[in-house]
Every structure is written in structure tokens, then in C-alpha cells.
């Protein structure tokens, strides 16, 4: 198949781009580096060193003997967005193309407008390009389990069956988001499930976990294909954050008493779901959302599991939460779509979390320490 990767020069889009390559796909990338420009923004970059995107497919050439092609450009210009998809015509578009970080669009009102701009309207203008040029095109989108927030009954896939004074109903699950950008993603899902019903297009949204682990079968070829690894703050995912800071010696930092439970995965899953939903595509019309995630654990649990691992000691340190959060929840998740499509998950137990440390090891003088605590409240713009 085709396969348009977008945001492809990111953290998750670099590796899904390989593995489909690596497994007979047509694959292309397109990205606008704004990722990159975080970076230098917050004086954090990621602490694994990564190629420039076309020095990296170069690589993966050299490597593989398979070629990627390359689009650069922003999707919120609607007019290359429209170009990329003509030019390379393909038969599935993969959207990881968002700013992704939640405590990144809660700096200031600035940075939310970015978010939900560069988000929302990259989208629309996508779901456009697809229903203009070829309304057949599957699109494959990353939204995040943070759609849903912590409910107090069980989160099922995407849709729930709703039965009110007598009558039933088949309704989106209702979503309450933590943040602007969780926000972004609920406004991204709403407008694809109304392209799927008012254009007939086929899509599938991926609620995905938050993503741990920094190599891949291919990223781990050659030093040139590493993807990138965030610690700070403002873009390190949990897990990934408490394994650098067990490795720099440094207090695992937990916000509040850690009762938060996330759904979690690891990026070798993620990129094997990335394929699973585009080699079995959605049905016209159909907006299928499946939660891409295969375990889940409080942010304590998490902490516990990497000191644990870790060999040597490690300090935990609870936080005044920098977030607004019910510190502790029920949650359940239903995650068996994808793997009734054939996902074998690896479970945090597989021995992952060791090989972490020696990545991190091998890069810990790249660490800017001012950058590993929270500055960013999610009150802040409330006058005390
Ligand atoms: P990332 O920031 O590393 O990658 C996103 C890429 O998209 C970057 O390279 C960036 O430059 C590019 N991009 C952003 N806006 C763009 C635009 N307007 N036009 C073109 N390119 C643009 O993020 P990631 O961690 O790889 O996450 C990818 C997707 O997966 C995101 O949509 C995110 O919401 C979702 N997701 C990630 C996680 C996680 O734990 N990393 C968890 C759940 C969901």
C-alpha cells in the first residue's frame, strides 16, 4: 500500500515510517520541524541525538534498500497539504502531525491558540484534501486516551450505547479532556466523525496511551535512524521521564500522591497497531476508534516499577500537582479492537524498562537539569 506518514520526523512518526517500509509499504513523510523549534524554545533537546530528516532517510536507504519520500511543509497550508496528498496519492494517510504536548498548551493563552490552531485546522484542512482528491483514502488518526479523562464507568471504544427514557442510541463516548490540547484531539475526533457521516470517508481514530520505550527493530540498525527521546518536563512522557531520572541519580517525580492511572504502550506496539489499522482499513463512512493501549498503571505503580528495576537506589518525590486531576479514579478500558486485528502486546514486565537505562546512560550529559522540573500550572493564568 501507499502510506502517508504525517509528522513523520517525530518521535512516533520516524518509527512507524520504517516499520511500514520495512514491511513492503510505499511510504512517504511529511513534516514542518515545528517539533524541532520546541526544542530550542524550551532548551531541551531530545536527549538521544537524531539526523536531520533527510539525512535519515538516507540512512534508511543505505540500510534497507527502500526508499521514503519527503513532503516539507506545514499542513495548516492548505495548499501543500492538498499538493502532498495529489502528488503521492495515497491509499492510507497516518496522522501524527499535532503539537502533542498537554503542559505545552497550558504555558499561556498563546500557546493554547498554537495548539488548538495548528491541531484543529492541519486536520480540517486533511479531511478537505482527502474528501476533494480521493474520498476512498483511509485516514489513520492519533488521538489520545486523554480524550477521555477519568469517567466513573468503564471507557469503551469510542462509541457508547445510551439508553435514556426508554429510548436507545448509539452515541459518541462522551469525552472530558485535561488539558487544551486533549481538547484539540476532541474537536479533531468530532470533525472526522462528521466527514465519515456527511462524506462517506473511512477513518479510524487511535486513542492511544501514553508511549514508552525509545527503539524499534529498525530504529535500532543504525545510530542514524535513533528517533527522538524527550525527558523535560514539558514533553517527557511519564515512564520515559522516571527512568532518566533514576539514571541521573536524580528523585523520580511523582505529582500529588501518584493515585492517577494512564493506559500505557510501548512504541514497538505502537507502530505494529499503525500497520494492523492500515492493512485493515475502515469501511466508507465508518469512523472506527479503537484504544491503543495495552496496560494500565497509576503514576506511583509507574514510579514503583522503575525504582524497582533500576540497580541502584532511587529517591520517589511527591509534587504539589502542577495539573488539575482527580488524584484518584476509577478506570477501566476496553482495548480489544486492535487486538482482534492480531496485536501481540509487550507488557512492561518484558524486560524493556533495563535496556532503557543504558540509552540513557550512554546520552545523560546532554541533560539540561533546569528543565526536569514542572513550571508549567494549570491555574497559572487564575490571578491569586
Ligand atoms: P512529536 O511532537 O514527536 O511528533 C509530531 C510531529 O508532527 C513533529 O515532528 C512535528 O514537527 C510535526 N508537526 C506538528 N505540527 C505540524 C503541522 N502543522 N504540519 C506538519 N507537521 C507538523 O509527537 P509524538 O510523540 O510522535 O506524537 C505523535 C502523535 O501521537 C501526536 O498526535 C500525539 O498527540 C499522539 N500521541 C502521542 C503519545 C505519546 O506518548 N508520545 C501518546 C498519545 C498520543
Known sequence: MRVLVLGGDG???????????????????????????????????????????????????????????????????????????????PDSIVHFAEQRSAPYSMIDRDHAVYTQQNNVVGNLNLLYAIAEINPDIHLVKLGTMGEYGTPNIDIEEGWLEVEHNGRKDRMLYPKKPGSFYHLSKVHDSHNIEFACRIWD???TDLNQGVVYGQQTAQTA????????????????????????????????????KGGQTRGLIDVRDTVECIRLAVENPADRGEFRVFNQMTESYSVAQIAEIVANCFPGPVQIENLDNPRVEQPEH????????????????????????????????????????????????????IKS
Not at 225 to 250: E, H, K, M, P, S
Not at 340 to 354: A, K, R, V
Open 221 to 256: 540498525l543504525d545510530p542514524r535512524l535513533a528517533t527522538r527521546f524527550d525527558y523535560d518536563a514539558v514533553f517527557g512522557t511519564v515512564l520515559n521521564r522516571f527512568v532518566i531520572q533514576a539514571v541521573l541519580g536524580q528523585p523520580l517525580t511523582v505529582y500529588g
Open 11 to 89: 518521535y512516533l512518526g520516524w518509527p512507524t515510517a520504517l516499520h511500514l517500509s520495512d514491511k513492503g509499504h510505499e511510504v512517504a513523510v511529511l513534516d514542518n520541524y515545528a517539533r524541532r523549534k520546541y526544542d530550542v524554545e524550551l532548551e531541551a533537546e531530545s536527549l538521544v541525538p537524531i539526523e536531520d530528516l533527510p539525512t535519515r532517510i538516507a540512512a534508511w536507504e543505505e540500510v534497507s534498500g527502500k526508499k521514503i519520500a519527503l513532503f516539507e511543509g506545514d499542513l495548516c497550508d492548505a495548499e501543500f497539504t492538498y499538493s502532498a496528498v495529489r502528488d503521492f496519492a
Open 201 to 203: 470517508l473511512r477513518a
Open 330 to 381: 476509577y478506570y477501566n478500558v476496553i482495548h480489544t479492537g486492535l487486538v482482534e486485528l492480531g496485536l501481540q502486546p509487550h507488557l512492561l514486565s518484558d524486560t524493556l524498562i533495563e535496556s532503557m537505562f543504558d540509552i540513557v546512560g550512554a546520552n545523560k550529559h546532554r541533560v539540561n537539569d533546569d528543565r526536569m522540573r514542572p513550571t508549567v500550572r494549570w491555574r497559572g493564568a
